[in-house]
Structure formats: structure tokens, C-alpha cells
């Protein structure tokens, strides 16, 4: 983070609850992703959301964390992160857990919905490629990606992978309001990032590493800032770089399905 890891927040969950972004996050960037699409992406997305359980393709982003506790989806636990170790710079194919990591998942979801499209590997790409532009994503094992990184929130225990989950997008909960402040972070600076999306492994692992560059940052924030005091600057500047972000997050989940499901006939 900018000078801490510092918020005002009104209510906080224990340690361990949150693994990845907020519903309202996962929302608001494929809300904002659905609206880029051309005519043919947006009628696949849509035909495959009617087979889901949900409503939205918005919704539906969420709806992987909702199920990854259940019998049958546990082994999707480790597709929402990708640890490295401490000492690394960057991310490499080979820190992938032979079990999976959010990296093959993308790949095997983004192959999947190439091949033989089905309303799973939808929910799970548009979820990943949000999950992946979190930096504590892209952490570390010895702590849990930040889960066992304790602060002291308002007098109160939090961590560090909370707090960047849930806090400091500062979403309101309401679809249309939450993509219009994605609108505005995507407005406020020139792209971070060209968008050169393939789909492909090469792809999720240039995101990967700008998350890291960041988890890196945050790290040598929370060894530096021992006192863990709140300050409300320091909430604005991160969350104006995670908004953004945000933002680039759905332009590419956008550019992703565009071409996934170019040319494919209206339904």
C-alpha cells in the first residue's frame, strides 16, 4: 500500500472469511465487461446464463465463492490464488500448484468455453480474471496471501487480505452505482496497461506479475509501518489505484470473451 494499510471501517469479518474479492467487486467488473461486448459475445453470455442458476452475467461472477466450500467444488479452492515465494520478483509457470492455481484454472476455463462452452466455465473465467487483479492474489503461502498478516482496524483485529478484498474498493452494493465508479476510475488516467488479449497462459501471467509488483509494495508498507494507524489518506490513494485496476480487469475480461466467442451465430 501507499504509506499503510489503513481504513474506517464500519463492521469487520474474522480472520480467514474473506478469500477473494468482495460479491460487489466481482459484480461491478463483469457488469462493466457485459456492457463492452459486441453482439456476438454478449448473445453467448447471455444464452449461457439463462442454463445458470443466476439471473446476470454480473451475478453470476460471484457465484464461484459461493460454492467453493461444497463437496463438490472444493478442489476449485486453489484457482483463486497463486502463491510464490518470498523472495521471488516475479511469477513463474513452475509456482503453480500441482493441484492448479488461478493461472491453469484461466487457461483450463478459457479452453473450455472455446471448446465446448458451458455457464461453469463462464462464471469461473469472469471471476478469475477479477480474482487475479487483487494483488493479495498474487501472494504468499506462509501467511495465507495476507489472511494471517494482522492490523489493527479503528481498535479493532483485521488483515491485511480483508482489508484489501472487502475495504478499500469502497463499493456501495448497488450494481449500476458500483460500475459507474469503475466508469470514472477507467476515465481518471490513461490505460495502466495495453489491452493484448490472447486468452492464453502467456496473458494471465503478465497479470500476474503487475499483482505481485503491487503484493510487493503492500508488503514493505506492512513491514515499515509498525504503529498500524489509521489514516483516511492512505484508504483514498490505494483505492484509486484498485478502482482502476478494477477497471482494467473488466476491459480485459471484455477483450477476452470478445474474441472467445467471436463469430459465434446469435441466439
Not at 464500519?10 to 460487489?24: D, E, H, I
Not at 486453489?78 to 521471488?88: E, F, K
Not at 495502466?192 to 514493505?220: C, H, P
Not at 489518506?233 to 470478445?258: E, H, K, P
Amino acid at each position: 500500500m501507499s504509506k499503510g494499510w489503513i481504513w474506517l471501517v464500519l463492521c469487520l469479518l474474522p480472520f480467514g472469511q474473506a478469500q477473494a474479492f468482495s460479491k460487489a467487486a466481482h459484480e461491478a467488473i463483469c457488469e462493466r465487461a457485459f456492457q463492452q461486448l459486441e453482439p456476438a459475445a454478449r448473445s453467448t453470455v447471455k444464452a449461457l446464463v439463462k442454463q445458470s442458476p443466476k439471473r446476470l452475467f454480473a451475478q453470476l461472477c460471484a457465484w464461484p465463492d459461493q460454492v467453493r466450500d461444497q463437496k463438490a467444488y472444493k478442489h476449485t479452492k486453489r484457482w483463486h490464488y497463486v502463491n510464490v515465494p518470498r523472495r521471488a520478483t516475479s511469477v513463474e509457470p513452475e509456482h503453480c500448484h500441482r493441484r492448479g492455481c488461478i493461472l491453469s484454472a484461466l487457461t483450463e476455463m478459457t479452453d473450455q468455453l472455446t471448446t465446448q462452452p458451458d455457464w461453469q466455465a463462464l462464471a469461473f473465467v469472469g471471476h478469475l480474471v477479477a480474482d487475479l487483479h487483487q494483488p493479495v492474489h498474487v501472494s504468499y503461502a506462509d501467511d495465507r496471501g495476507g489472511n494471517r498478516a494482522p492490523v489493527i482496524v479503528d481498535g479493532e483485529k483485521s488483515n491485511l487480505h480483508v482489508l484489501w478484498d472487502r475495504y478499500v474498493p469502497g463499493l456501495t452494493g448497488n450494481l449500476r452505482r458500483d460500475r459507474q465508479l469503475l466508469d470514472q476510475a477507467a476515465d481518471s488516467v490513461k490505460r495502466m496497461t495495453a489491452l493484448d488479449v490472447s486468452g492464453q497462459s502467456d496473458d494471465f501471467l503478465i497479470w500476474s506479475n503487475e499483482s505481485l509488483e503491487k503484493t510487493r509494495s503492500i508488503y514493505q508498507s506492512y513491514r515499515a509501518n509498525k504503529s498500524k494507524r489509521i489514516d483516511e489518506a492512505d484508504l483514498l490513494d490505494d483505492q484509486r489505484w484498485l478502482r482502476q485496476r478494477m477497471a482494467l480487469a473488466s476491459d480485459r475480461l471484455a477483450a477476452l470473451l470478445n474474441r472467445v466467442f467471436a463469430g459465434t451465430p446469435e441466439r
